[in-house]
């Protein structure tokens, strides 16, 4: 268990983070979570590459900084 409950604002590392939820949820329960996360990405990287097969232009790594002012 680890030492106590997050704070709102405390800054946190991904290990101990990992750790407090390890905490409160059963690892089947998080393990489901991650493949069902997964299908999700694999999902979306299907869709993708279909609208890509179907004639639409991807957009560059370029394009996409500059879409967001980066």
């Known amino acids: 268990m680890t030492a106590g409950p997050i704070r709102p604002g405390q800054e946190l590392s991904i290990s101990a983070a990992r750790d407090q939820l390890a905490d409160i949820f059963p690892a089947d329960l998080a393990e489901a979570a991650e493949r069902a996360e997964d299908a ?3 999902a979306a990287a299907r869709e993708a590459l279909a609208r890509i097969e179907a004639g639409e232009e991807p957009v ?4 996409l900084r500059a879409e967001l002012g980066l």
């Open 40 to 42: 999700a990405d694999v």
């Open 60 to 63: 560059s790594l370029a394009a």
